[in-house]
């Protein structure tokens, strides 16, 4: 009984932050074309071959993605679009990433009238980090055939443009290749 009181206080704490990451798959896995079939926000415990408890699962999106290597873009969405997110509002300065802005953030934050800022900082920290069955799914993209052809294909056009651009600072006139 404990450990169910355990689990539906996480997950209800832990809900918004649940919502976006698996919203994250969900976006993703549709601007991909994946088919997906379904989502989930209902917790479960995750056991092992024995029954002993090994965790939780706050939510769940089943996708069949149509290219196998794209379940490394799904798997990773919610880390990937949170580092986005963080780039533009830098570049459009609606915030500054910097090692000083992080430290007046968390002076800020240590005030009880910050309690709901705190709060906003777990949940967006906690959406953004890939859980172990991400991780599953991404890697899993890599050792497939379209995975392998993505990487030839990545690897045969970095190699192709490094010898152009090694070609372009060749010095004819010193007869020199660099």
């Not at 780039?87 to 910097?98: E, M, R, W």
Request: with cysteine; aromatic share 18%.
């Amino acid at each position: 009984m404990k450990t169910y009181l355990i689990l539906w206080t996480k997950a209800l704490f832990f809900l918004p932050g649940t919502l976006l990451h698996e919203l994250c798959h969900y976006i993703t896995a549709k601007l991909l074309f994946a088919r997906v079939v379904g989502f989930s926000l209902y917790p479960k415990m995750q056991r092992d071959a024995s029954g002993s408890i090994i965790g939780f699962q706050y939510g769940s999106v089943e996708f069949h993605p149509r290219i196998k290597v794209l379940n490394f873009i799904i798997g990773l969405s919610p880390m990937i679009l949170w580092a986005l997110l963080l780039f533009f509002l830098d570049l459009v300065h609606i915030i500054s990433i910097s090692e000083t802005s992080f430290v007046v953030l968390w002076e800020n934050i240590i005030r009880p009238s910050s309690v709901f800022i705190l709060y906003v900082c777990i949940q967006l920290f906690y959406s953004g980090f890939p859980s172990t069955a991400d991780l599953k799914v991404s890697f899993s993209g890599f050792f497939s055939l379209s995975g392998f052809i993505f990487f030839a294909l990545v690897i045969s056009y970095v190699l192709f443009f490094s010898r152009l651009s090694i070609n372009h600072q060749s010095s004819p006139e010193a007869g020199i290749w660099l």
